[in-house]
């Protein structure tokens, strides 16, 4: 009877392993054609080209571009094709159980970058796809949503660590840190700013420690955006220094302005709303 179930059991283990690995190649053609030719322009036969598989087998797996879009982000946001999520994930688990409060804002922060240096270019891809594959936006949204979920795990488990400082407002830091994570707010500081991953790593870190050492801020959105305190970025702080016209889009426009009434906008070093408009396209 062994003899006769362990070359079964084999043949199953193999068959695993081929199955993963065409999905491993087929991936690897997708990501590298989503970033070249952008997701309207991809086709799911010439992913299959590319991958070196018939058309039907990407076809059967994933059945639809934006299901195998979103299968492609889903795997570079964790960083590999295992059923494990982002606060399961060793990194993540790390980040949660530092010993300080700065270790783990700075853990945290490294994780925000190692996901955008995987994913960065590949969100910049979702938000414009987003706009035309119902599908693709529904997942960008759902995306918006665990970001926070997860954001609201590490800030709540740092409370009930007896880590964060006393009189905090969970529910403002936790919406304030979410904003800050998302990945609009990378795409936006990325091209407007110019910053690399060890600039976005080093504002994180930076400013997800002011929001707990500095002065107390609302706990409601304000009418007028408030005088900032000492600007993170210095250089941004006057009209003069801004960046040339024709640094954001309308998108990412509206994106910024419902930053700077919360008062975040001094944390982007965007305090001088009056430039902000000349720099629409």
């Known amino acids: 009877m062994t003899d006769d179930v362990n070359p079964a059991g084999e043949g199953v283990t193999l068959r695993q392993a081929q199955t993963a690995l065409t999905e491993q190649r087929i991936l690897a053609a997708a990501t590298e054609l989503f970033l070249a030719d952008g997701y309207v322009a991809t086709t799911l036969e010439a992913v299959a080209r590319r991958a070196r598989v018939a058309a039907r087998t990407v076809y059967v797996r994933f059945g639809t571009k934006a299901a195998l879009f979103k299968r492609v982000v889903d795997v570079?946001?964790?960083?590999?094709?295992?059923?494990?999520?982002?606060?399961?994930?060793?990194?993540?688990?790390?980040?949660?159980?530092?010993?300080?409060?700065?270790?783990?804002?700075?853990?945290?922060?490294?994780?925000?970058?190692?996901?955008?240096?995987?994913?960065?270019?590949?969100?910049?891809?979702?938000?414009?796809?987003?706009?035309?594959e119902p599908l693709i936006a529904a997942a960008w949204q759902e995306g918006r949503e665990q970001s926070r979920h997860a954001q609201e795990v590490f800030w709540t488990k740092l409370a009930d660590d007896g880590l964060l400082p006393p009189g905090t407002d969970l529910t403002w830091l936790v919406d304030s840190a979410s904003i800050m994570a998302a990945a609009e707010t990378y795409l936006l500081v990325s091209r407007m700013l110019g910053w690399d991953l060890d600039a976005y790593q080093d504002w994180l870190t930076v400013t997800w420690t002011r929001l707990l050492t500095g002065p107390a801020l609302p706990h409601h959105k304000p009418t007028a955006p408030r005088s900032p305190p000492l600007a993170l970025l210095p250089s941004l702080s006057s009209p003069s220094s801004t960046p040339s016209p024709g640094c954001l889009t309308w998108r990412e426009m509206a994106y910024v302005e419902d930053l700077v009434p919360w008062g975040l906008g001094s944390h982007l070093g965007l305090v001088a709303p009056d430039w902000l408009a000349s720099c629409r396209i």
Do not use: H, N, S, Y
């Open 76 to 132: 570079a946001i964790v960083g590999d094709a295992e059923p494990v999520g982002v606060l399961d994930r060793d990194w993540m688990m790390q980040a949660m159980t530092a010993p300080t409060l700065a270790g783990r804002i700075a853990a945290v922060a490294a994780v925000g970058r190692q996901i955008m240096q995987r994913t960065g270019a590949l969100f910049a891809v979702a938000q414009q796809a987003a706009a035309v």
